[in-house]
């Protein structure tokens, strides 16, 4: 994991736990609100933060073309180890710049960014926005999901609300389409009071 990656603080230290945390949920169940959204005919599909790959795999399986930006080394050699689809691609990258990603000029139908969001502070959100909507066709969906709780020790996590990322998303040509919250599907995160918000927005074709 390179040093000057913001927001990945806690995740390499604790890659291994993560990884045996992660395995026993699935995306199914993990993404039941958003399900609707996922394009149903062979797409391309943008992952940012895809930890173990568990999403980027779901999508492949449904015959999607997948990138998969992961910043943290151990999770990133998981996924590829554990999910070896010739239909996902491994990007070592992050926000708020997506700097590699970027120079490709590549857009995509589908953008997911689960339990990404509030690892940006406000300035990383503002300008992290631009970008991901500089890489969706018009008309492609973004979804996100932004943590409300207590902060695990050693993470770095901001409490952003639904209500300032979908003015933040309005500026920049993404209207929302979904805002729910939702409890964690992880048991110890549910004991301790942890809610998600579940956001979706599309980008109009008449702006952005």
């Given at each position: 994991?390179?040093?000057?990656?913001?927001?990945?603080?806690?995740?390499?230290?604790?890659?291994?736990?993560?990884?045996?945390?992660?395995?026993?949920?699935?995306?199914?169940?993990?993404?039941?609100?958003?399900?609707?959204?996922?394009?149903?005919?062979?797409?391309?599909?943008?992952?940012?933060?895809?930890?173990?790959?568990?999403?980027?795999?779901a999508?492949?399986?449904?015959?999607h073309?997948?990138?998969a930006?992961?910043?943290?080394?151990?999770?990133?050699?998981?996924g590829?180890?554990?999910?070896?689809?010739?239909?996902?691609?491994?990007?070592?990258?992050?926000?708020?710049?997506?700097?590699?990603?970027?120079?490709?000029?590549?857009?995509?139908?589908?953008v997911?960014?689960?339990?990404?969001?509030?690892?940006?502070?406000?300035?990383?959100?503002?300008?992290?926005?631009?970008?991901?909507?500089?890489?969706?066709?018009?008309?492609?969906?973004?979804?996100?999901?932004?943590?409300?709780?207590?902060v695990p020790?050693?993470?770095?996590?901001?409490?952003?609300?639904?209500?300032?990322?979908?003015?933040?998303?309005?500026?920049?040509?993404?209207?929302?389409v979904?805002?729910?919250?939702?409890?964690?599907?992880?048991r110890?995160?549910?004991?301790?009071?942890?809610?998600?918000?579940?956001?979706?927005?599309?980008k109009?074709?008449?702006?952005?």
């Open positions: 994991m390179s040093i000057s990656v913001r927001g990945t603080e806690g995740y390499a230290e604790n890659a291994q736990s993560l990884i045996e945390q992660w395995q026993d949920i699935s995306f199914e169940e993990h993404h039941e609100c958003i399900l609707h959204l996922v394009p149903t005919f062979p797409s391309c599909i943008l992952d940012v933060g895809a930890g173990i790959g568990t999403d980027a795999a999508f492949a399986a449904l015959g073309s997948v990138v930006v992961e910043p943290v080394d151990a999770l990133r050699v998981a590829v180890r554990q999910h070896s689809s010739l239909r996902i691609e491994w990007l070592d990258d992050s926000l708020p710049d997506l700097a590699i990603l970027r120079t490709r000029q590549k857009e995509f139908d589908f997911m960014l689960s339990a990404v969001w509030m690892h940006l502070d406000e300035d990383e959100r503002r300008r992290a926005i631009p970008n991901v909507s500089a890489l969706m066709f018009d008309g492609a969906v973004l979804v996100m999901s932004l943590r409300h709780g207590a020790e050693g993470r770095r996590m901001f409490d952003v609300s639904a209500e300032e990322t979908i003015q933040l998303a309005s500026a920049h040509g993404l209207r929302s979904l805002n729910v919250q939702t409890e964690s599907v992880q110890g995160n549910r004991r301790a009071g942890v809610t998600w918000s579940r956001l979706a927005f599309v109009d074709r008449a702006r952005g």
